[in-house]
């Protein structure tokens, strides 16, 4: 995999200190309260899981499975619910932990839904934001990274659903991609 990956963005080391980061601010944000923290799947599974360790504070974990991009590298502009969280957001205070937010689409869709379940607080964590990249206005809480306009994979990031396991994050040859 790694002859496929054109430049390394961000290292293990530099994605575990982002977390590190990160997960004290949450712990700062939800000191008293139990959150619920709803991973986006599948690119969030492993932010996902390093961020909630780095957080001593109480909280709730669930996820939801949408998806817009169906395995490209442009989004349809469609978000589709394919698995919905288990536990009930009314009332709650819901941090939603992304991996990347790009046009801006699947973050819109997941807040409005939650807004409209009668959350009582909606924040968002995402590690890496592309402001380039917005059609939508969406904004984040807890930012690791500002990206570069490039297509990045790699620690949940995926092309054609593969990539995600890299563990690092890193820009694909276009080559990779060209031929679609
Ligand atoms: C990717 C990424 C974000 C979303 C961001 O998910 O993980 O969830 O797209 O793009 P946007 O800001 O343009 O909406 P994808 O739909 O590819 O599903 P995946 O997480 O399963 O890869
Ligand atoms: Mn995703
Ligand atoms: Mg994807």
Known sequence: MDNDILKVLYSQNEIKEACERLGKQIQKEYEGKTPVVIGVLKGAV????????AADTYMQMDFIDVSSYHGGTKSSGEVELVTDITLD????????????????????????????????????????????????????????FEVPNEFVVGYGLDYDEKYRNLPYIGVLKPKIYSHN
Request: glycine share 8%; hydrophobic share 50%.
């Open 46 to 53: 492993f932010f996902m899981a390093d961020i909630v360790r």
């Open 89 to 144: 957001a009314a009332g709650r205070d819901v941090l939603i932990i992304e991996d990347i937010v790009d046009t801006g689409q699947t973050l819109k869709f997941l807040m409005d839904t939650f807004a409209n379940r009668g959350a009582n607080s909606i924040k968002v964590c995402t590690l890496l934001d592309k402001p380039a990249g917005r059609l939508v206005e969406a904004n984040s809480d807890f930012i690791g």
